[in-house]
């Protein structure tokens, strides 16, 4: 429990870090003690040590969460991957310089105004708008198969993924299928 604790104590900073530093207020307030040409570069700096503490500091919880082997741990694996591939792939398709504030330091370097980045979708942007998210929950889908819940709980969970949606929330119920929290108290 106090590995537990821990981490969810530092997935906290991080996560309240990175969307705080990343609100337009905050971006206003923080801009009136450093020029804005080093704003986003000063935001990832801050991302970055906190994500470097989450790594430094994490605690392993111990356990077996799933243990695939032969194909099904080839189709795992080959998934995971994708999903890696999508990630890097998808942070190419937007500049480098600019997502890490560089251009706007670098400009401010050459004695250039302050221009902020562009908007443009390129590549899979013009089909979804966060394919980095699509990359990262294909890598963590991957890694947590959904099988091993179907073992580990059964009927319960077969009923409770038939009645509720993956990944995109249905704003109705349907009548038909009793709810997910009728099923597990069964």
């Known amino acids: 429990m106090q590995a537990l604790a821990i981490d969810l104590a530092l997935l ?18 923080r801009t009136r003690f450093i ?4 704003e986003r570069s ?7 040590v906190a994500l470097l503490t989450l790594f430094a500091f994490w605690e392993p919880i111990g356990g077996v969460i799933w243990d695939a082997h032969g194909p ?10 994708l999903g890696w591939a999508l990630l ?8 480098h310089f600019d997502l890490f504030g560089l251009r706007q330091v670098w400009r401010r370097a050459l004695g250039q105004p302050y221009q902020p980045p562009q908007f443009h979708t390129p590549g899979l942007y013009k089909s979804v708008r966060h394919p980095i998210y699509i990359g990262c929950l294909t890598i963590f889908w991957a890694a947590l198969e959904e099988r091993d819940l179907v073992t580990a709980f059964g009927e319960p969970y077969l009923a409770y993924r ?3 949606p993956m990944l995109i929330p249905r704003l109705h119920r349907e009548t038909a299928r009793p709810a997910a929290t009728e099923v597990l108290k069964s």
């Open 12 to 29: 906290g900073l991080f996560a309240v870090q990175d969307s705080v530093m990343a609100r337009p207020a905050f971006k206003r307030w």
């Open 35 to 38: 020029p804005e040409a080093v």
């Open 42 to 48: 000063t935001y990832v700096l801050f991302s970055s």
């Open 72 to 81: 099904a741990r080839t189709v795992i694996i080959a998934v995971y991957l």
């Open 88 to 95: 890097l792939y998808s942070t190419f398709l937007i500049d």
């Open 162 to 164: 038939r009645s509720t």
